[in-house]
């Protein structure tokens, strides 16, 4: 069986830890499996040269970003290459340019655009075992790009696409998915498996375990994820299809999001294109709008709210003060102690009621609502912050996810 | 003017150092030159990256050891461009593989073969700032190769020579080359000028201002390397070819090297083929031998010494008793507390009497001489190494180079 192995900064965090990430692989080679192993940067060693940069650069260029946060990956392809030979195993390091990991040239936040990965068949060919650095490619000018926070999953779910094999395990410093974070929620139990889907939303509200994008990468390509632990034994999550088992369960998880801020225009005259004309320039500063409301207007005026991530709020301030002025608002409220609460499952597309479950659980707990987005397999509800601990207990208990 | 200018580890050692060397640059610029900077890795990370690699493997893959290594330059190229960019340069990052840095495939000593320099004849084309990564190449595989100790000196001489340069430029901790070690003797005197072979000479001997490598190459592509302190004003030292005013000076420089061992086989057969026996094995175990003394035989015996550099000895300690059981040499003796000390100078071509006047200068400070070796512009001795500094010290006054 082919697998692709991704250990993260923590897993590789110091010396003994890379020898532990090898006798892993080694165990698997023992097992049978070719293996291809993908890693990021030792932790704490990217946090080290960005500081190096920000301390030169109040804006260091992106290009040269890329040049200098892709050398974390590869010290570690290197040190781990080496470990394993010192083993016995043949091993060789790749960087994301030998792999043929060709992005586009957005630095700091490249797209992949194709794998050849053609030395790394040939090297499994040979039996050797690739090691692979993550979170990086070339662009067309053969300039060295990243792929954005997180983007080491990427390249082990993409890699995993481009070889056909058969299982992307991910390992990190959790067990696997679970029904809500168990530092809140000690009941919370671990889940066995959950769907793309799923686990798409659940990536995106904040539970940090799998990017994004690397979940959206997996489900296009149909890859089997498995989420697991590099310290500990257990099957982890299997991130998959959704199935029926999946839909008898009603809600999967209840997650947590601290990273959001509100704006809120006040006052604002209702009349059409008033909407793009907010939204217009926000996008174009490069700021994520998730969740809108507005108000019904009374009279002529309405007031209308949008939540974005709470380190883009600075940015957001002055030009929120030029929006209202352009669009004649009488006030703009900032608010920044805010959180979201969510509950995710393909279950809620044939069970109704959630909704109303949800929005009396936290009414019993007192906690006021402020804004609320649903999807077919989740429902949100943004509320104070102070207010996220206890909503995510009690839901976790309604829902009896425990 | 095209200059290539050269920055070691010291001299980008930390924020500060890679701003002032960013203003260094921003005024060569300011004077009107083009400028093509390369840099190595920041003090301090090569040996980091060594530990972390021997702690991993007793004998770590050369292979991975390039792969490792050559993330010291790149941290570096990239950070010096960001301030350079902070400083409103247009400056810009690249790789021994983006200059096309060709080598062979002897991974962690490997040769140059050629220097395309497309992107940086590109970058000077559109008044950009090329910062090259020194010590790094890549090979016909595609695979990171890195030049040896000081490889970054060879960088900049061969990125001199492919694009015809004016001047290359080594900025460093010292303010050039000197009749001696000034810690050695407060009286040196910087050189404003001196030949490749002088230069060469030193080098090899122990000045460690230049690599070797460098040097050769300076003097194949007649490139005018200026050797100069990044943190002090002054004019340095210009390596050039050789002209009448350096003939006119008998002696150039003294220096002291105490990167030497000696190997003594007692009591060897003497018989035709005796020295291949030794030296055979001795050169297949890639240990460079630089002196060699054998006594006048007495009867069918001799005596024969040689000297390593001391970093070897442990190396050879078997093989030297395995070698004397071969050729039924009587026994071994091995020496680690000696060192050698050096006259170098292009005018010794037209003066004589310079190896008189070293002896008896040794001899009037009751100094040992163990070993000669002589050529065109160079006498050496072997000495104890608790010799060396006295030795140095009146060789020095001696030859009036104060």
Do not use: W
Request: with cysteine.
């Amino acid at each position: 069986m082919l697998v692709v192995q991704k250990f993260g900064g923590t897993s590789v965090g110091n010396v003994e830890r890379i020898k532990h990430v090898a006798a892993l692989i080694a165990k698997s080679r023992q097992a049978g499996d070719a293996v291809v192993v993908v890693v990021s940067a030792m932790s704490g060693e990217t946090d080290r040269l960005l500081k190096l940069a920000h301390e030169l650069a109040p804006f260091p260029d992106e290009r040269e970003m890329d040049m200098l946060l892709s050398t974390g990956e590869r010290v570690t392809i290197a040190l781990l290459a080496m470990a394993l030979r010192a083993m016995g195993l043949d091993a060789r390091s790749y960087t994301g340019r030998q792999v043929g990991i060709m992005t586009d040239s957005t630095h700091t936040r490249a797209r992949i655009e194709r794998i050849t990965a053609e030395r790394i068949k040939e090297a499994l060919d040979q039996g050797i075992i690739p090691v692979v650095a993550g979170f990086q490619g070339i662009n067309e000018n053969n300039d060295v790009t990243t792929l954005g926070r997180g983007g080491s999953d990427l390249t082990a779910v993409a890699l995993a696409a481009a070889l056909h094999a058969e299982q992307c395990l991910i390992y990190t410093d959790v067990e696997g998915i679970f029904t809500a974070d168990p530092n809140i929620v000690p009941s919370a139990r671990k889940l066995e498996k959950v769907s793309y889907e799923e686990m798409l939303e659940l990536a995106s509200l904040g539970a940090k375990v799998l990017q994004s994008r690397s979940v959206e990468f997996a489900a296009k390509y149909e890859v089997p994820v498995i989420v697991k632990s590099t310290f500990k034994k257990g099957e982890g999550t299997l991130v998959t299809k959704e199935d029926r088992d999946m839909e008898q369960v009603m809600v999967s998880g209840v997650t947590g999001d601290r990273n959001q801020a509100k704006i809120t225009f006040i006052g604002v005259p209702d009349h059409p294109g008033i909407a793009s004309r907010i939204f217009g320039p926000i996008g174009s500063a490069n700021i994520l709008v998730d969740m809108i409301i507005q108000n019904v207007g009374q009279g002529d005026l309405t007031d209308l709210s949008f939540t974005i991530p709470r380190g883009d709020l600075h940015k957001a301030v002055d030009l929120a003060n030029r929006i209202a002025k352009d669009i004649g608002a009488r006030s703009v409220e900032l608010k920044d102690k805010i959180a979201k609460v969510s509950l995710v499952g393909v279950g809620m597309r044939s069970h109704s009621g959630v909704a109303a479950r949800m929005f009396e659980t936290l009414a019993a707990k007192g906690i006021n609502i402020m804004m609320i987005s649903t999807s077919e397999i989740k429902i949100s509800c943004v509320i104070e912050e102070q207010h996220l601990e206890p909503a995510i207990q009690a839901l976790h208990q309604a829902f009896e996810l425990g």
